[in-house]
């Protein structure tokens, strides 16, 4: 078979021609405004290839983009009348055109897993399908309204959701059906997508006890014969329902979902680690808007066929003062994404899970409980979100909650670089840096707060839109930020800007459960400064970078007590004052024993309570012996040490049984 190599000149001067054999190109075509080229056979563009188009190509079979492509005018079609299925895939993993127009009478067009589809305008889906296979995406970057149609032809787009017909996902549609989307018409069973990729069968509904979706039925080579079964008694939406503040209100396999709108789903109890389901229509495409009230909730999501920039998507709704684009705050710049943890009953007192949050400073996973979740559970939101997501955001004013085409980008799932929530990396720039505190409560939930440090950015020490984040779930026991001393507000994110070491960042404690509450340095990042927890109370700083901070404290609210900070409060450092030379230890028979073998010279003992109160000191005319008693016969507890010596002071720890 017979190869053509074209270069820039062969197609400056070409009108109209048929060409019938394999094409390659290892040059530079230029397909000219008002010129019309056929390819007959596979055209390959390689990778010393430019491929720019125009003008109208027309393509009969597959193509593959090892190279260059651009186009700032023209349409490419794929109007095969003889090749069931034509074939976009390549090395680059992306093609630019500026329009696309699907014509294929057979079944369509298929774009391979992980291959991103970049269209500058329009797309027309005139006659067959538009098969974007596993993690691929269709990206259109051109402002302005939907500028896309059809006549036949559908895009078939997959994501995963929960398998548990007890865990909600939240989702929102990257398709639509005459300007909405309905489940019924719109999502498919995706169970056999890799066998029958242009060829899904619309899910089965039922509805009361036991209120379970019911996982399809296949045969022995995997194809669906029976296809899932969605519970409709699960399918919710969150929005002002005539006039009303906002709630959940109950849709159906009918409802009307239009681009952008979030809705709730329950799951199918697939024996596979996730439900794969199928969303078939016209691909959403430019502006969409959601009007919105201040201190309302508003659930929406995704409604691309793509990843979305959560950044970009935050600096369209926020005010250029908040380091945004609008002339106003809309939103408080905060993301909020449920994520189920171990469900495993429809009673809404049994539901474990939380939310994840994403601001412009970082994301922080929801409170997390090991022993029911998943690894999935405790991951934090990427830069990127993926395609059929749905989120809440909460307004800081009146207006309108925008998405754009331009915040539209190619990350996959499958990469890491983006993330839907099933069952359940941060982009950080080099000037960023960061610090996860970890808090476990007595009952084993992990809560992580997140610090960053954003030079360059309007983020200070107190409260800033898109970069300090409350949290939207938390726990009877729980740690928090206290942000500019509101204490009726608890933060899970906060942005300071430019990090120095006498910054001081307060932290508030809920405690219902008695036992044992830890603080832990969970990571850092970009950050090598040593971290330390002050107690106000008792006067002490512990090195989180050291080992971890333990209390046990009574049931209450402490909210003026500990505080992150960067300089150890003892007078020298802590080398200087070693641990090892002092021991101090309770020995069971109602005495407190201070062993200082080395023969340090100590000027005063305190001893304290949890509450912090003082329930005993010792001046140095009774600390001359190697080998201390105290009598001690208080109740059982936790009780703080605090010795004072020429060299500095140290808190010990000690439990009395």
Known sequence: MNQYYFILFYFCCLGSTNLFSQIVNEGSIQIKPLTIVYFGEEYTNKTTGIHNNNGELYLNNDFINDGITSANLGTTFFNSSTNNIQTISGLTENVNLFNLVVDNSLTGVKVVDNFGLIVSNAVNLIDGDLRLTGDAQLIQTHIGTNLNSAVSGKLLKDQQGNFSVYAYNYWS????????????????????SN???????QILFNSGSPYNGIPSVIDGGGNVTIPLTINTYWLYKYFTDSGNAANWVKINENSIINPGEGYLMKGTNTANTNQNYVFKGVPNDGAYQFPISTEEYLLIGNPYPSAIDIDEFIKDNISVSSGGYGASDVIYGTLYFWVDG??????????????ATRNLTAGAPPSSNAQLGTSEFAQAPTQYMGVAQGFFVNAIGDGNVIFKNSQRIFKTES?????????????ITTEKSFLRIGYDDPLGFHRQLVLGFIPNSPADIGFNTAYDASMFD???NDLFFIIDNKTDFRYIIQGVGTFNDAMKLPLGLSITEEGMHTVVLDTTENFNNIVYIEDKL???????????????????EYLDRFQLVFQSKNTLDINQFDLKEINVYYNGNNEIIIDNHNSLKLNKVAIFNVLGQKILELNSNLLVQEEIAIPFRKKIGVYLIKIESDQGEKTYKILKK
């Open 415 to 427: 990469s890491g670089e983006s993330v839907h929530y099933k069952n359940s990396d941060q982009n």
């Open 474 to 476: 938390y726990r009877e």
């Open 195 to 201: 066998l029958n990729p242009f060829s899904p069968q």
């Open 538 to 556: 008792l006067e002490t700083t512990h090195d989180l970078s050291e080992s971890q901070f333990e209390i046990n404290l009574p049931p209450g």
């Open 342 to 355: 171990g469900t495993t009953s429809h009673n809404s007192s049994d539901y474990y899970g939380g939310y």
């Open 173 to 192: 549609s990257p398709v639509n059906n005459s300007g909405a989307f309905s489940i019924s018409g719109g999502l498919f069973d995706g169970t056999d």
